[in-house]
């Protein structure tokens, strides 16, 4: 899947199956046919739900065919759940922090990676120590640490750090960077020092050599873990829910648990806003899919 | 793992196979001109201080307030506890033990159902079958997905009276139809069933990456020896992936301490949900406050979570070292 190795595996094994007598694969197919229905349900039934309007599962119940299908239940979802709001504040905490976190591991990762000093290990130890911790175990201290880093009420209305956007995107910054600093390094790692070395005797100093040498070479890493960081930091559940309280900053993602309280018993929205926040990710995944794929297998320690 | 990262930078600029790493280096160093210190400094420093003050700082304090008693409020208000906090939660704390049988279980769930499934579907996938990309992109869809949201999904298919399970099973609307989320005695393992259709998809795009850089003429020396595919698969192909066999270790074992979404979307982690990670939260933001507490819980989770980590960086870094 991961496209570079797809490509050389494929030949090979194709040569390979060439040469050996065809085999049949019925059991594995039933196998996987179902297994697939199985795995296709979850999602099916949310769909399937989402396209009847609440009177015709009312009257001729959830387990049937007949009534109406239409997409009423997506735009009253859309009005009474808030999305556009929700939708919006995801992207205002998703665009920085991906960037940022791209921006500064790979500053980190090229010190590491590129220039040989003692505390190299140490230091990329430390970072991808860092990405593996469960988040719960930081949240009362950054809790504590946000609510009495006080600023002044117009820049914040809490008084203090709590309930920003800002300590949301700092805090997924500080702990995605280990990971991206950890693929990077690595990707860096492989690229021939013949390069720097041509620019180091053309008088070239660090910064030119991080910014015209390397970062451009890094642009398929880049796509990777952009992609995949996207994905992450949008389905990043627990940050918001620790630091922001008031609901109409949530990002959809902590936001859809409200949902089941605000859509009482109404499955149909439910189900309609379940699949109102699918959509971006299933778009990126229709588009990105082998960027996303690529960034999973270039670390593989994402935990 | 960086084999991957290698295949994705064009030829021309990639550092030879095996050559010496640290060739030049030790020389460049004595090159850099006080600019290019410079530089470097706040290249390392700026992302290293952030990686401190909001990952390692907190970590610390978490283990330096478990021993305090604190009510969140003021900070003058902190008063040494010694473990009384550590008591409390072994003795007194009605979830504490149940939480830690939960996080077992799911670890125990993911490691034996879970992560073999993956491997699964990725070996049959990677035999080239017709549709493999189809079927592939079916399994992978809800990693994709936020564990809160695959907790909305499931519960619209686990509800009582309008679920798809309760009809299929054709309990739907009579007095056995099970809330499976709510029941206490069965909302575990409907919330882990719920996890594995994501972690399944995880370990099997993980594995199918593992599969097609294993290298062939194993296999075929293999199958020349007389080794039947069962065979072939066990002893040779499985421990040829032994890199990925160690990632998908620590991804399981850290996945079980971090069941958290899934279970505070269900019920914030109570009856019959309760884990260490949840209990954490519930101690930090219900009504009293005990901060103590939930930072004793939360020392309890990162212990644990140690073993992995310190597993897994070892595997990783052991070998960097002794270069």
């Known amino acids: 899947m991961s496209t570079t190795t797809a490509r050389s595996g494929g030949t090979r094994t194709a040569a390979l199956r060439s040469g050996s007598r065809p085999r049949r694969h019925y059991g594995t197919h039933i196998f996987l046919t179902v297994m697939a229905v199985m795995w296709l349900i979850p999602l099916g039934w949310s769909l399937f739900t989402a396209l009847r309007p609440v009177a015709s599962t009312n009257e001729h119940g959830y387990f049937s065919v007949a009534g109406d299908f239409n997409f009423d239940n997506f735009t009253q979802a859309w009005t009474q759940g808030g999305f556009a709001t929700y939708f919006m504040n995801s992207l205002i905490i998703t665009v920085p922090a991906v960037l940022l976190t791209l921006f500064l591991a790979s500053l980190m990762a090229f010190a590491v990676s590129r220039v040989s000093w003692k505390f190299n290990i140490t230091l990329l130890i430390m970072f991808t120590a860092g990405n593996l911790l469960p988040p719960q175990v930081l949240a ?22 709590l309930n920003t956007y800002i300590v949301v995107i700092a805090v997924n910054i500080a702990v995605q960077m280990g990971f991206c600093t950890f693929v990077l390094s690595n990707y860096m790692k492989a690229l021939s020092s013949d390069l720097t070395e041509a620019a180091l005797v053309d008088g070239a100093g660090i910064w030119r050599q991080y910014r015209e040498i390397i970062l451009p070479l890094c642009r398929p890493a880049f796509a990777a873990l952009g992609t995949l960081q996207i994905i992450f930091i949008y389905n990043e559940y627990f940050w918001p829910l620790l630091f922001i309280q ?21 499955y149909n929205l439910l189900a309609a806003g379940a699949v109102i926040t699918v959509i971006p990710t299933l778009v990126i995944y229709l588009l990105l899919q082998r960027q996303f794929v690529a960034g999973l297998t270039l670390g593989s320690s994402k935990g | 793992m960086s084999s991957t990262a290698r295949e994705l930078i064009p030829e021309e600029s990639r550092e030879p196979e095996g050559a010496p790493v640290h060739r030049v280096k030790s020389g460049r160093v004595r090159r850099l001109s ?49 473990v009384a906090n550590y008591q409390y939660i072994s ?4 979830p504490f033990w149940p939480a830690v049988q939960h996080n077992m279980l799911w670890l125990l769930f993911l490691a034996l159902i879970a992560t073999p499934l993956g491997l699964l579907l990725a070996v049959l996938l990677d035999q080239n079958i017709r549709g493999s990309k189809i079927y592939q992109s079916i ?8 564990l809160a949201l695959i907790g909305i999904i499931w519960q619209l298919f686990y509800q009582r009276d309008n679920g798809l399970l ?6 739907a609307g009579t007095p056995q139809a099970v809330d499976w989320f709510g029941d206490s005695s069965v909302n575990i393992w409907a919330a882990m069933i719920a996890a594995t259709w994501r972690h399944a998809g995880y370990v099997m795009l993980l594995y199918l990456a593992g599969l097609k850089g294993v290298d062939p003429t194993l296999k075929e020396a293999a199958a020349i020896d007389g080794a039947n595919a069962v065979q072939t698969f066990f002893r040779v192909v499985f421990p040829a992936m032994r890199p990925i066999n160690i990632v998908i270790v620590v ?15 269900i019920n914030r982690g109570t009856n019959g949900l309760e884990m260490l990670s949840a209990l954490v939260i519930q101690n930090l933001v219900g009504e009293g406050q005990v901060i103590g507490v939930g930072s004793a819980l939360a020392v309890v989770l990162l212990v644990i979570s140690l073993v992995p980590i310190v597993f897994y960086l070892s595997r990783t870094f052991g070998k960097e070292n002794k270069a």
């Open chain 1, 140 to 161: 009362a201290p950054l809790f504590e640490m946000a609510k009495h880093f006080e600023v002044p009420y117009s820049f914040s209305d809490s008084g203090n750090m």
């Open chain 1, 246 to 266: 008031s609901g109409n900053r949530l990002p959809i993602t902590t936001a859809i648990n409200n949902l089941q309280g605000q859509f009482l018993n109404n």
């Open chain 2, 34 to 82: 006080g600019r290019d210190k410079m530089v470097l400094a706040l290249m390392v420093g700026i992302p290293t201080l952030i990686e401190l003050t909001l990952v390692w700082l907190p970590m610390l304090m978490s283990v330096g307030l478990s021993f305090t008693r604190w009510n969140g409020l003021d900070l003058g208000d902190i008063r040494p506890a010694g």
């Open chain 2, 91 to 94: 003795q007194d704390y009605p």
């Open chain 2, 139 to 146: 399994f992978f869809a809800p990693v994709m997905l936020s």
């Open chain 2, 166 to 171: 309760n009809f299929l099973l054709g309990t």
């Open chain 2, 251 to 265: 991804i399981t074992i850290i996945e079980s301490l971090r069941a958290f979404d899934v279970v505070y979307v």
